[in-house]
């Protein structure tokens, strides 16, 4: 179950989106509503309800830094793993 939105009439839609966002996010990486919710209220020190853009922009950011990193470990590994491959096919062996 979703939290309601709180809606005002200045940054309502944006809160909005950005709730959504940082959901999304952090479904992106495997992490469960409530375990998104408390990550948000962790790196921003409020309540989830109490949350506004700024605070909602800096817990996405923090998504995206963590989902920048898998993919740089991820381009990583598979440059070490075809590196690997590639040294043991030189000289005839597969």
Known sequence: MRPDPV?????????????ERVLAL??????????VIAFAEGVTGRHWQECGPAELAAVRDEYLTIQRAIEAKLLLRRALADALLAERCVGGQP
């Open 7 to 19: 809606i005002d009439r200045s940054t309502g839609n944006l809160v909005c989106v950005l709730r």
């Open 26 to 35: 952090g479904t992106q990486l495997g992490w469960r509503q409530d375990e």
